[in-house]
């Protein structure tokens, strides 16, 4: 439980950097009382041999590490636990769970983006790291099983589908995740301490290359009071003062995957108080700063981002390192709740853990909007967005639809938004079982997610070879016959909006 000081109700949130699958030894260093454990990505929840075939990481790395006696049972998280995915992460059973669900009792995944309410605090997050290739691609198909060398690393890249989905989000989250750093996140903290500790992230800080621009952009954007992250193996501890001026826009170079070795660098290559917890607007239509409501060409929508009555006069950001002794690899922060959210229905909640409305909302939006629109979604100019991502005009269109979801999704019961603890189940088999196949396996939980809030609902698909499950098949680019779990998009019956629009389903593989 909360507690309370004084009036004042604080959550006490333990925050751990890299997990890499040591969660015995993370749960042995919460040492006090927390009431909730966040953890910054590459979680790996391997639940047997099999998913090692999905994990990109060195092969002296393969190792199943703690996660499955958490999976089948064996053990118990002591503490709420949620994270979101890194870059070294178990990605067959993460996409499965795409939308977010729990992915052993008391372990919750945030999903490719989320966001949650805990007793009062509004978390948010997205998976995955930068990949300037990838986000260009930007491939809307989910990727197939057995992943090539090519899919085993862009499942964990950052698609412009979810940078979307955050961008979408309100500006009075308390805390955002994300693996990588924001880019130049650096300016704000003590550089020169930091290359002190890790002399080899000179010349990247010289050039800008650490980080990621979508987060940089993210941030600024959102303003979160908390921003976490991983990634480098380092603390790094920053403070991100809002004078409300035009931020400048620095592009970074390219992408810094950091191995799994400390030190060795792998791959480089409107004003509105009235409204609800989760309604702020982001772009005031009054403002004569916005030129254009309907754009997507390319013509800047804000020269600056408006400020919010609401808004935190700074985001402090934390970076943390992996679990091994001796390192900073865990802190635990007293979190006020902002006196604005303690009407929140989480806040005297017994088990306090809800949906954001806005998150839900946000879902259903753009997975319709991207089946009903696939070509031009396709078509949109990443690198654009990319220089500038104030010219992504499709932000202005979906934010109406998301704010027309929202008041729907606001007539329902509170309990509507209540995660239950219980749905989760042990669908892939745990270790210990022989022969199990390569495959997704269908979850419960995502199933259920589209189904109460009417997302539309998209099958993941696995290759004949490695597949046991057939219920349609369909020929792929390359030749090879596919068989699909659930290969066609579903309008799955909608509890919370009237009109689903039909889906135009394109279901050949990549
Ligand atoms: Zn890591």
């Not at 998301?402 to 745990?430: M, Q, R, S, Y």
């Not at 109460?452 to 369909?474: E, I, M, N, Q």
């Amino acid at each position: 439980m909360c507690s309370t000081v004084v009036g004042k109700n604080i959550v006490t949130v333990a925050v751990q950097g890299c997990c890499h699958g040591e969660l015995n030894s993370i749960y042995k260093s919460l040492n006090k009382h927390v009431d909730i454990l966040i953890i910054c990505g590459d979680f790996q929840a391997l639940r047997n041999t099999r998913d090692l075939e999905t994990i990109s990481v060195p092969q002296k790395y393969k190792r199943m590490v703690d996660f499955h006696e958490y999976y089948k049972g064996k053990r118990q998280a002591p503490v709420l636990t949620i994270f979101i995915g890194g870059n070294h992460e178990a990605s067959s059973y993460l996409k499965e769970l795409k939308y977010g669900g729990w992915v052993a009792p008391n372990i919750y995944y945030l999903g490719e983006f989320g966001s949650v309410w805990y007793k009062g605090l509004q978390i948010g997050g997205l998976s995955g790291i930068f990949n300037r290739n990838t986000f260009y691609n930007n491939d809307i198909e989910d990727e197939i099983l057995p992943y090539d060398v090519s899919a085993i690393r862009s499942v964990y890249h950052i698609k412009l589908k979810n940078f979307l989905k955050m961008y979408l989000m309100n500006h009075t989250m308390d805390i955002c995740l994300s693996h990588d750093w924001p880019a130049y996140i650096f300016e704000h903290g003590d550089v020169h301490k930091l290359i002190k500790q890790k002399k080899h992230f000179k010349s990247d800080i010289e050039n800008g290359s650490i980080g990621s621009p979508l987060n940089k952009f993210l941030l600024n954007y959102l303003r979160p009071r908390y921003w976490f992250s991983s990634h480098m193996h380092t603390r790094f501890e920053a403070i991100v003062n809002y004078d409300n001026e035009k931020s400048s826009w620095k592009q970074n170079v390219d992408e810094i995957e950091l191995d799994m070795d400390d030190d060795e660098v792998e791959e480089v290559s409107n004003s509105n108080t009235s409204v609800g917890f989760e309604s702020q607007l982001h772009i005031d239509e009054n403002d004569g700063s916005r030129k254009s409501n309907n754009n997507q060409s390319g013509e800047e929508l804000t020269s600056v981002r408006l400020k919010f009555p609401q808004d935190p006069l700074q985001t402090r950001f934390l970076a943390l390192d992996k679990c091994l002794p001796k390192r900073k690899h865990i802190e635990f922060i007293d979190i006020e709740v902002n006196p604005n959210h303690l009407d929140h229905p989480s806040v005297k909640d017994k088990s306090g853990f809800y949906y954001s409305k806005r998150a839900v909302a946000i879902n259903k939006v753009v997975e319709e909007y991207i089946i009903n629109n696939r070509k031009s979604f396709e078509g949109i100019d990443c690198g654009r967005i990319l220089r500038n991502p104030r010219t992504f005009g499709l932000v202005n269109i979906l934010a109406k639809l998301v704010d027309e979801e929202l008041k729907k999704l606001e007539a329902l019961p509170n309990d509507t938004f209540k995660i239950d603890p219980d749905t989760f189940k042990i669908i892939a088999p745990p270790t210990g079982v022989n022969d199990v196949p390569l495959k997704y396996w269908e979850n419960n939980q995502t199933i259920e997610y589209c189904k109460k809030f009417g997302v539309k609902y998209t099958g993941l698909k696995t290759t004949s070879t490695t597949s046991t499950a057939h219920s349609s098949s369909a020929r792929g680019t390359s030749g090879t016959t596919y068989t699909t779990d659930t290969a066609s998009t579903t309008n799955i019956t909608n509890a919370t909006s009237a009109a689903s629009t039909t889906g135009s389903t394109d279901t050949s593989t990549q």
